[in-house]
């Protein structure tokens, strides 16, 4: 994959404010979309998916944008708390056809929550 | 939690050398995916498993190999260890039903192999 280093895109909210993390996706195939949750020294943790033929979905606080016209997904989630500084990455599936579903993942997003 | 485990947290190695990092799937699941992540990317396919047979490999080279068990879970080997080869490496586990709909891949905690 692309390589960032140790330079990731940076948001930095302040608590109580809305959170808007976007995603631009490169495979138009892609028919399954998952926003993931890093902290540090952490496992991704699952935090809301989307398939292909939906635009949006809603979880608890969070809400998943998808747009397959340009390729955009984004994560929006609502009155951010200290708790969700994170890396977020976006991944996306795309069907391959052969039954191996394999996850291609975005570069992420450092969210910093200011108290 | 995911009620994925891993072990061990933490390893160290030396150039050349070989390794086995294990994974227990979450209860229920039937499919293991392994992840690299370098430090500051994302994770990286490698391979996946289900039903005991490699079902899709990432652009990783043959000493990077694994295996399922019937219990469903896995060993990720690799051998002749690179410096390279230093990163975090994850695994999921998800319940494949068969169909063109993928299934969501929930992550362990992660080893930190370190390359000397």
């Known amino acids: 994959g692309e390589s960032v280093g140790l330079h990731l895109p940076t948001l930095s909210v302040q608590e109580g404010d809305n959170s808007i993390i976007n995603c631009a996706y490169s495979?138009?195939?892609?028919?399954?979309f998952i926003w993931y949750k890093q902290e540090s020294g952490k496992g991704p943790q699952f935090i809301i998916d989307?398939?292909?033929?939906?635009d949006k979905r809603q979880g608890q606080r969070v809400t998943v944008l998808l747009n397959k016209t340009v390729k955009h997904l984004s994560l929006q989630i609502a009155a951010t708390q200290p708790g969700d500084s994170a890396v977020y990455f976006c991944?996306?599936?795309?069907?391959?056809?052969?039954?191996?579903?394999?996850?291609?993942f975005g570069k992420g997003t450092k969210l910093s929550v200011i108290p | 939690e995911t009620g994925v485990t891993q072990s061990p947290t933490h390893l160290i190695k030396t150039r050349g050398q070989q390794v086995t990092l294990r994974c227990s799937s979450q209860?229920?699941?039937?499919?293991v995916s392994w992840y690299q992540q370098a430090l500051g990317q994302g994770p990286q396919f490698i391979f996946q498993?289900?039903?005991?047979?490699?079902?899709g490999r990432g652009n990783f080279p043959p000493r990077f190999s694994g295996l399922q068990f019937p219990n469903y879970s896995s060993e990720l080997n690799v051998n002749a260890l690179e410096l390279d080869d230093s990163a975090l490496y994850l695994c999921?586990?998800?319940?494949?039903?068969?169909?063109?709909?993928?299934?969501?891949?929930?992550f362990g905690p992660g080893t930190r192999l370190t390359v000397l």
């Open positions: 999921a586990s998800s319940l494949k039903r068969g169909g063109p709909l993928a299934d969501t891949q929930y």
């Open positions: 495979n138009s195939a892609s028919d399954y």
């Open positions: 989307i398939r292909s033929n939906m």
């Open positions: 991944a996306e599936n795309p069907y391959s056809g052969a039954g191996s579903y394999q996850l291609t």
């Open positions: 209860s229920g699941h039937n499919t």
């Open positions: 498993y289900y039903r005991e047979e490699e079902n």
